[in-house]
């Protein structure tokens, strides 16, 4: 199986990474007012080594015919290794969400996702050129 | 059956919060309505007020969050001496609702902050998912 070109193929980890990290955003912000709540946030994506290749690029889950997927329990979609966030505030419920702070990792993976999305059709563009007839 | 997208949970969860919130904000209006809601027989229990208890709930495969259920707060009622009111009993006292319109404003100021940030987070999804489908445009 090709690895495909790794710029490509390190973005769309990127990419995938951003998009399960927006998720366990919004269930943190969903569950601000549940007591005992505590939030979780992503282990972080070392992207200089998805470049260079030292680590394995993340690959979608795997799922079984009846759509049960084969990861570990607190992996996300696309593989992603969900951590517990540390402690900031907790109330006296025991929940410990900060909205600011989730709304900070929000505005965070959502500029980091236009830029990936920007080099990626920047990466398109060159291939498509390397692509075309000489001449053309 | 196909998996959800993870942009479809972090907006179905959203949207949980979304309808927890108009939920709690509800039992905040229902609160103060009747802050002052006596009794209508003699000696008898006024308004209690009530509180909304939130739980995570799985929604899509993702953790969202829902209304439970709503529990009686157990706070005792304060008296108040009036004779004249209806619900006074041999001594003269009225039993008031244990309903601080202090306390329901603040729990409607946070059900308004949990509101809006919830929709800022359907806001950001739906942004992303527009972006991403950009590329197939290029």
Request: aromatic content about 0%; glycine content about 4%.
């Given at each position: 199986m090709d690895q495909g070109i790794s710029l490509l193929s390190a973005l769309k980890s990127q990419m995938g990474w951003l998009s399960d990290r927006q998720k366990v955003v919004s269930q943190n912000v969903a569950n601000a007012s549940t007591p005992g709540f505590k939030p979780k946030d992503l282990a972080p994506l070392d992207f200089a080594a998805l470049m260079s290749g030292q680590s394995a690029p993340v690959v979608p889950t795997i799922r079984l015919m009846?759509?049960?997927?084969?990861?570990?329990?607190?992996?996300?979609?696309?593989g992603s290794k969900q951590i517990t966030s540390p402690d900031s505030e907790t109330t006296m419920d025991g929940n410990s969400v900060v909205l600011e702070e989730e709304m900070l990792k929000m505005s965070d993976s959502r500029q980091n996702f236009e830029a990936a999305v920007g080099f990626y059709e920047k990466a398109q563009d060159l291939i498509r050129m390397a692509a075309k007839a000489p001449g053309k | 059956m196909l998996s959800p997208l993870v942009s479809d949970q972090t907006t179905a969860v959203a949207v949980s919060a979304l309808k927890a919130q108009q939920a709690r904000m509800r039992i905040v209006a229902e609160n103060l309505a009747n802050a002052?809601?006596?009794?209508?027989?003699?000696g008898g229990d006024p308004y209690r007020r009530q509180v909304p208890v939130f739980t995570t709930s799985k929604i899509d495969g993702a953790t969202g969050v829902k209304l439970a259920q709503v529990v009686p707060d157990q706070t005792a009622f304060v008296q108040e001496y009036d004779?004249?009111?209806?619900?006074?009993?041999a001594n003269g006292n009225v039993k008031r609702p244990n309903v601080d319109p202090l306390m329901e404003t603040m729990d409607m100021r946070d059900a308004q902050r949990a509101y809006e940030a919830n929709i800022s987070v359907i806001e950001n999804a739906s942004a992303m998912t527009e972006k991403t489908l950009d590329i197939l445009s290029k």
């Open positions: 009846d759509g049960t997927p084969l990861a570990a329990p607190d992996a996300t979609a696309h | 002052d809601s006596t009794a209508t027989t003699k004779p004249s009111n209806p619900a006074a009993d």
